[in-house]
């Protein structure tokens, strides 16, 4: 299905034509009719799957030709992170670029130039906000947020807003909003407490699933089974023997990130680091530089899982396994995006190998499990089973748019 057959409003199909976008994905095919009759939405969709222009595209259609308050916010997008709230609010400038639909991202970290701004824009008005649940949350709290006439609430990647605590902020947000309201929730997954978050806030959804539960064929799985003070010698040798041109390596905790960071370095590797004790610029500016490919390895937390809009990461490497199979399948869904192919390594400890036996079951795919060079030493067995490896004697170890509105 093609973007012309939506019968978009003119201003809106140009900034599609400019973004070089012509057949609307699976998602896009289901969910934007859908929002453009009014209907509530409950959508389990991933990262990569389109969702993101699918509840812009319609939004920005239904602003350009309806009527709108324009002292007031018509939209709000709540997400879970800094870095998904500034891709959105890029997204979007770029799609609403030939028209004077207004937006601004509010999230935290910012600097007072920053605060000055988001309380202009909520205080006076905008079209869009997108933000993150705390930071707007505390906006609310001092008194100048115009809600009264909002008329479209979206909660994207709401599973992982629950995961990370943001329960009671999304809810006094929601209880400072407009009964009347359309609501469109997007999750990667639909455990208990989504769908009793959707019974609080939608009226008779409809319910679409495009849901990744796979990742794409073309990434090369592999895994390397691996005593835990081995990983970092592990991973400076497969940087330093294959020339990969972006690489992109997940870690569990910020400690974890730090540390190999300064282990690259030190061995000559030209690595940046990601992490939410890094300033809001920090990030940004090295971010940047990853993606100008100026910065070849970037080491991060999961805060990078999700939502990152670059299509030529050439490896992901889970330095540490992730929590679940569908943190595994977001982190290895970096790579291979758009025509490319891309590689994803696994370093599994001892103590990680039953978690990676339940991503293998989820994905329904055995990982092919790799030896390690001779000068990283002794690895151990897959044993996932038991309490742990048993070591093998065959195997060797190892934004903000203009101030101006639509009218």
């Known amino acids: 299905m093609k973007f012309t057959e939506f019968d978009f409003d003119e201003r809106l199909m ?5 973004s070089n976008y012509e057949e609307a994905t699976p998602v896009q095919q289901q969910v934007i009719p859908l929002i453009l009759q009014g209907r509530d939405i409950i959508a389990s969709a991933q990262t990569g799957t389109g969702k993101t222009a699918a509840f812009l595209l319609p939004l920005i259609h239904k602003i350009l030709t309806g009527k709108n308050n324009p002292n007031a916010i018509t939209s709000l997008v709540i997400v879970p992170t800094r870095e998904l709230a500034i891709q959105i609010a890029q997204h979007l400038e770029g799609l609403s670029y030939f028209t004077s639909v207004s937006s601004i991202a509010v ?17 006076m008005g905008a079209d869009f906000v997108v933000c993150t649940p705390g930071k707007m949350m505390s906006h609310i709290k001092m008194g100048y947020v115009k809600l009264d006439h909002l008329q479209y609430l979206v909660l994207d990647e709401a599973d992982r807003m ?10 006094f947000i929601i209880d400072h909003l407009p009964k009347k309201r359309q609501n469109l929730l997007f999750s990667a997954t639909m455990p208990p407490k989504i769908r009793s978050l959707a019974k609080k806030i939608l009226h008779e959804p409809d319910e679409i699933n495009i849901a990744i539960s796979k990742p794409p064929e073309k990434i090369v799985q592999q895994a390397y089974l691996v005593y835990e003070p081995q990983k970092i010698p592990l991973i400076v040798h497969l940087l330093k023997e294959k020339k990969f041109k972006t690489v992109l390596v997940f870690c569990s905790s910020k400690l974890n990130v730090k540390q190999l960071t300064r282990d690259l370095k030190r061995n000559g590797i030209n690595a940046g680091e990601i992490h939410s004790d890094l300033e809001q610029g920090s ?18 937390t999961d805060i990078l899982s999700r939502g990152i809009d670059i ?6 490497i889970n330095f540490d396994v992730p929590h679940d199979g569908e943190d595994y399948v977001h982190r290895i869904g970096r790579t291979a995006r758009a025509e490319a192919e891309g590689s994803a390594y696994t370093l599994v400890s001892v103590k990680e ?5 339940s991503i293998e079951q989820l994905i329904g795919k055995e990982v092919q499990k790799m030896t390690v060079p001779e000068s990283i030493g002794e690895q151990p067995a897959y044993s996932p089973s038991s309490s742990g490896g048993i070591r093998s004697p065959n195997r060797r170890s190892f934004y903000n748019k203009g101030s101006s509105r639509h009218k």
């Not at 140009?14 to 400019?18: C, P, Q, T, Y």
């Not at 629950?162 to 809810?171: A, E, N, P, Q, V």
């Open 14 to 18: 140009e900034g599609i034509e400019a």
């Open 107 to 123: 999230y935290g970290g910012g600097d007072g130039n920053a605060f000055v701004q988001e309380k202009k824009a909520l205080s």
């Open 162 to 171: 629950l995961d990370m605590g943001f329960y009671d902020d999304i809810m």
């Open 283 to 300: 990030r940004e500016d090295i971010l940047m530089q990853y993606k100008s490919g100026r910065l070849p390895v970037l080491v991060a």
């Open 311 to 316: 299509d030529n990461i050439d490896l992901v």
């Open 353 to 357: 190998q039953r978690k990676f036996y």
